[in-house]
């Protein structure tokens, strides 16, 4: 069990596996100021940063689950870094059906919401693991601008426009499934060319050094295709957030 190869190649550099800034990431936690000693499970955390960062700064512990063994390696690599190993620790794991014996003051499942599947069934499923009164943090892209057509759609990386909601729509889906929105940070379009942009280089790097790697051709023609079609319909189109949610 393990995130193909692919994945890992772009995200090399990455810290935060998703469009969010190092800076949009602190400030979400300065909004929330979760006390020290606050539980956290993270659900697909990639390389960890919430955790470790905010275990740094807020003195949170918990645990994360990521099915890349790679970002699960690069999380405990980051937690000893930050001198806080002995506050988090991370799961090599499927996150799908992860339930928490001792149940957390914060779930989050920040840019992953396939795994429940749909912002619906994360929702149901970080519950399972939330003490009462606390916080979920959902992770999810919107519209942010309606697609005029098919080729925006699937420029964007979906099959149908249903596909997403706008941030309203998206917004009162939280508010339909027992939520109050407490919080939110969202990308721009920087956070969105820091994430994507940064992954060009990663590849360019890897196919320098593995032009003979089996992956190399698939690897070519993304990165011979993907600026254009990030510059013509990702950046236009596509919004991204961090919500934070609380049950009525």
Not at 233 to 241: D, T
Request: glycine letters at 10%.
């Amino acid at each position: 069990m393990d995130l193909p190869r692919r994945f890992t190649i772009r995200e090399s550099s990455h810290r935060l596996l998703n469009p969010f800034t190092s800076e949009k990431l602190a400030g979400l936690g300065q909004s929330i100021s979760p006390a020290p000693g606050t539980r956290v499970l993270d659900l697909a955390c990639g390389k960890g940063e919430l955790l470790c960062t905010w275990a740094r700064d807020h003195g949170v512990t918990g645990t994360g689950v990521d099915i890349s063994t790679v970002f699960v390696g690069d999380a405990r690599a980051r937690a000893v870094e930050l001198g806080v190993a002995d506050r988090v620790g991370f799961v090599h794991g499927d996150a799908r059906g992860y339930i928490v014996d001792e149940p957390v003051d914060i779930a989050a499942c920040v840019g992953a919401t396939w795994i429940g599947p749909g912002v619906a069934g994360t929702v149901g499923l970080l519950r399972r693991s939330l003490a009462p009164g606390g916080m979920m943090l959902i992770g999810e892209p919107y519209w942010r601008r309606e697609p005029e057509d098919e080729a925006t759609v699937k420029g964007c990386g979906f099959a149908r426009e249903d596909d997403l909601l706008s941030l309203p729509e998206l917004l009162a889906q939280f508010g339909d499934l027992g939520c109050d929105v407490v919080e939110m940070t969202l990308a721009d379009q920087d956070s969105w060319d820091r994430y994507v942009a940064a992954q060009w280089l990663n590849i360019r790097r890897w196919l320098d050094s593995n032009p003979d790697d089996e992956l190399a051709d698939e690897m070519r023609a993304e990165l011979a295709t993907t600026p254009v079609r990030h510059a013509r319909y990702q950046r236009e189109y596509l919004g991204w957030g961090v919500f934070v949610l609380m049950d009525h």
